[in-house]
């Protein structure tokens, strides 16, 4: 198998947003000015957490642009806090914590063992999705396997994270990246855009 190396510049997500927005303080910022400080994040990821952020009323509009076509808002953090105020109603990525959670206080886990242990009354983690995840988390080498699956049946194995995959609470998330190929060479062109 041929090895391919690619530069990738990691899109930055909510965390990132909420950090440059602190950082604008009092005078405030752009949706295109945050956007031009994210790599690989879409217009729409911008707008629609900003959004969420006025809703909550994280974020104030301090300022209306009369800025052709349609006008232009600033917006300012509402209090600086060191890390985003997390909605408790806000499910994204919820079941990857909890699903991460449970395998670094595991000792070893079958897929059922997993999905009960990660599980909480306000959150229910299905078979399926504990299954996805540790197929992606084996694919890169994440996870040792300690009992074999029989006919591919993730649900037959027993499964440890590695010690060196435990770097810390974050849950690994998956990023989806484009990049070009030179066919002749089989080498990578430029850098990848990623999207989380």
């Known amino acids: 198998m041929n090895t391919l190396v690619v530069n990738l510049a990691l899109p930055r997500g909510r ?3 909420w950090k440059v927005a602190c950082e604008h303080g009092a005078k405030g910022f752009t949706a295109r000015e945050l956007l031009g400080q994210t790599s690989g994040v879409t217009r729409g990821m911008v707008r629609g957490w900003i959004k969420e952020m006025v809703e909550r009323g994280e974020l104030v ?3 209306r642009r009369d800025v052709q076509p349609r006008g232009q808002l600033v917006y300012a953090v509402a209090r600086v806090t060191r890390k985003e105020p997390i909605d ?3 499910k994204h990525g919820r079941v990857q914590r909890h699903l991460w959670t449970a395998m670094r206080n595991l000792t070893t886990f079958t897929i059922a063992e997993l999905a009960t242990a ?3 009354d306000d959150v229910v983690i299905s078979r399926h999705s504990a299954a996805d995840f540790v197929r992606r988390l084996a694919q890169v080498g994440a996870l040792t396997t300690v ?7 993730l649900n037959s194995g027993l499964w440890r994270l590695k010690r060196s995959a435990n770097t810390g609470p974050l849950a690994p998330r998956q990023v989806t990246a484009t990049f070009m190929i030179d066919r002749n060479t089989g080498k990578a062109l430029g850098s990848a855009e990623a999207r989380l």
């Open 15 to 17: 965390d990132h947003y």
């Open 61 to 63: 509009i301090v300022e």
């Open 88 to 90: 408790p109603d806000v």
């Open 118 to 120: 990660a599980s909480t």
């Open 147 to 153: 009992r074999p699956t029989r006919a591919n049946n």
